[in-house]
């Protein structure tokens, strides 16, 4: 029987990841916000847009326990459904501010998403399952309601923000 590894713990390394992710956006002209990326339909502004999004309504709903609604998720297409709905919602948003905004906001965001995730317990129950690593809600079949230890959404966190940071 192969040996069973245990959690790779990442948080600690997000300060850093956050660092280089803001330097390159600094980096960038006026006219990088408006290139084209993998994405078919985004721009690099539109990553960005998604990237700061997605760190505020996880600091929100996870960190601060506010939920504006209460979605009905009762199918995994549900839970898709509504993913897709709150990422447009965001990118519309944030993509409508100018790069130096953009970058202020995200240094704020990074921060004070990085004290959260150090502050995690990487062992207790996660809010969301990482739904890419075939984690889900027994009871639906879907991902909003965790069945994973924290150390799954945080290493999922770094991830994503690594993915993200060739734009």
């Known amino acids: 029987m192969p040996e069973q ?8 390394l997000f300060p850093e990841i956050e660092a280089k992710l803001i ?8 006219g990088d916000w408006d290139r084209k990326t993998l994405a078919p339909k985004w721009k690099v502004r539109h990553v960005v847009a998604h990237l700061l999004d997605t760190q505020l309504r ?3 709903l996870v960190r601060d326990g506010y939920s504006p609604e209460t979605p009905d998720i009762g199918s995994p297409q549900d839970s ?3 993913i897709n709905r709150l990422n447009a919602e965001g990118v519309a948003q944030y993509s409508r501010l100018s790069p ?11 921060r004070d998403s990085c004290v959260f995730h150090e502050s995690l317990d990487p062992y207790a129950k996660a809010v969301f399952a990482v739904s890419w690593a075939g984690e889900s809600d027994s009871r639906t079949g879907s991902t909003p309601l965790a069945s994973s230890p ?3 959404t945080t290493s999922s966190r770094s991830g994503k923000r690594w ?3 060739a734009l």
Do not use: F, Q
């Open 58 to 60: 996880k600091l929100s």
């Open 5 to 12: 590894l245990g959690p790779i713990l990442t948080a600690h």
């Open 80 to 82: 898709v459904n509504l």
């Open 150 to 152: 924290n150390d799954g």
């Open 23 to 30: 330097e390159l956006l600094r980096s960038l002209s006026p």
């Open 100 to 110: 130096d905004v953009l970058i202020s906001r995200m240094e704020t965001a990074s």
């Open 163 to 165: 993915a993200n940071r």
